[in-house]
């Protein structure tokens, strides 16, 4: 079966760390812009950020720069966002998508595009 499969959610305090995967089954992601988003509740869904297919390019939202590192190990199939000095604006649903046709800077602009995979989503929490 073809798909991606987050994981990593969890609840976590102010000011803590989480790290999401993505990872494919079923094909390689060596060549897929990935992207992360997120939808909290009552909110439309938003970027986060896009890792290339190709090079090392990414990009992020404003509100998570200096906090949240995208990364992608293709050994092992999977994309990563690591997420630090965690705040309760972060609460959401994370998803990850892969599309082979866009590049990254593209990538982040359609966080409700029908790109080639969608994740089923991951809930992240930060609360006291």
């Known amino acids: 079966q073809l798909q991606l499969v987050e994981s990593g959610g969890d609840l976590v305090q102010p000011g803590g760390s989480l790290r999401l995967s993505c990872a494919a089954s079923?094909?390689?992601?060596?060549?897929?812009?990935i992207g992360w988003f997120r939808q909290a509740p009552g909110k439309e869904r938003e970027a986060v950020s896009c890792?290339?297919?190709?090079?090392?390019?990414?990009v992020y939202a404003d509100s998570v720069k200096g906090r949240f590192t995208i990364s992608r190990d293709n050994a092992k199939n999977t994309v990563y966002l690591q997420m630090n000095s965690l705040k309760p604006e972060d609460i959401g649903v994370y998803y990850c998508?892969?599309?082979?046709?866009?590049?990254?800077?593209?990538?982040?602009?359609?966080?409700?595009?029908?790109?080639?995979?969608w994740g089923q989503g991951t809930q992240v929490t930060v609360s006291s």
């Open positions: 998508a892969a599309d082979m046709s866009l590049i990254v800077q593209a990538m982040c602009k359609f966080p409700y595009a029908n790109h080639d995979y």
């Open positions: 079923g094909f390689t992601l060596d060549y897929y812009t």
């Open positions: 890792i290339s297919g190709s090079d090392d390019t990414t």
